[in-house]
């Protein structure tokens, strides 16, 4: 059976595949799968707009679909960027963009007020079924200067600090997401704990179809 992602942000899209491995589904992007899907991202949360993302492709496809919506909230900045986190800087800003506005706004905030969270909310649309929503947080805080090379979007200046006992077993506090290996940050990540909760969803799907 195949389960599609609602998403056109490849970094995602990787994510999503290794958190979605080793389940018995054949998971591509929209792309991958040659399927068009609008969806306007006119929710106020993250759920409601993963929500949107999700239903739109599987209602175009036919098909399960997963969507991520998810953001970065900093407490100096009153919970920005937060749901706008890709469009920050602008309506087709790029990461960089995002990663400089961020930082200008970050100047003047001192050390111990720099304080922050990553959250997502993962979607699950299935045809015929009410869909399920799961969220996941990783806390942290933002760093003065990117650093690491590994990721996408604001990963450079988001050092983890967290404190489930998973964080330090993965040994990924004090790093940014960028210079985390892939399998740490698929281990701690906002994603990747949200995710887990998802993968429990598909599993009680794959039972009933079955
Ligand atoms: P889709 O809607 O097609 O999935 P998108 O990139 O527009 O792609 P969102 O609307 O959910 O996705 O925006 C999330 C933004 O938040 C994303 O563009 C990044 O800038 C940031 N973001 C989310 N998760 C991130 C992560 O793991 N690392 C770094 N930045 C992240």
Known sequence: MKL???T???GKVRELRALLAGLPLEVMSAAEAGVEYTAEETGDTFAENATIKAEALCRAAGLPAVADDSGLEVGALAGRPG????R???EAATDAENNVKLLALMDTVPDGQRGGRFVSAVALAWPGRPTRVAEGVCQGIIGRAPRGSGGFGYDPLFVCQDPEPEARAAGANGLTYAEMSDDQKNRVSHRA???RALRDMLETELTRVR
């Open 83 to 86: 749901v706008r986190s890709a």
């Open 8 to 10: 056109r942000n490849q």
């Open 4 to 6: 599609l992602l609602a």
């Open 193 to 195: 704990r949200a995710m």
């Open 88 to 90: 920050f800087a602008g």
